[in-house]
């Protein structure tokens, strides 16, 4: 039911968004909305609101790039002290909605852990 609130679920939010440049940096790049900087993709614990792990990307990096995702998730839970014996749900953008991210997500399933994962699309 929408507007419900999960009860002993760590909910992690994956995204990318676009930090414009004014100047020539390392990684800058021209983005796919033609403007100038990075395109980092970020994991932020939507339960606490806390960001967890964050991979600073050049501007032109692809937007579902399946060993980007699978990165920060790996080191987002990292930061997650009982991320081996939970139930985690992970929401991610129909960009981050790629096989190879779904086939890692199925991966870490175990007889402690469950993990499940939405796609929020628009």
């Not at 993709?41 to 050049?58: D, G, I, K």
């Not at 032109?60 to 060993?67: F, R, S």
């Not at 014996?85 to 402690?112: F, Q």
Request: aromatic content about 6%.
């Amino acid at each position: 039911m929408p507007g419900r609130r999960l009860t002993g679920w760590i909910v992690i939010d994956l995204d990318a968004t676009i930090i414009t440049a004014a100047s020539k940096k390392e990684l800058a790049a021209v983005t796919f909305k033609k403007t100038f900087g990075f395109h980092p993709l970020v994991a932020w614990c939507a339960n606490t609101r806390e960001s967890l792990a964050m991979e600073l990307r050049p501007g032109d990096a692809g937007a579902n790039t399946v060993a980007d995702h699978v990165r920060v998730l790996v080191s987002a839970l990292e930061q997650m002290s009982d991320s081996s014996h939970a139930e985690i749900l992970v929401r991610v953008d129909g960009a981050g909605a790629t096989h190879g991210l779904l086939k890692h997500l199925e991966a870490l399933n175990t007889a402690r852990r469950k993990v499940r994962y939405r796609w929020a699309g628009r």
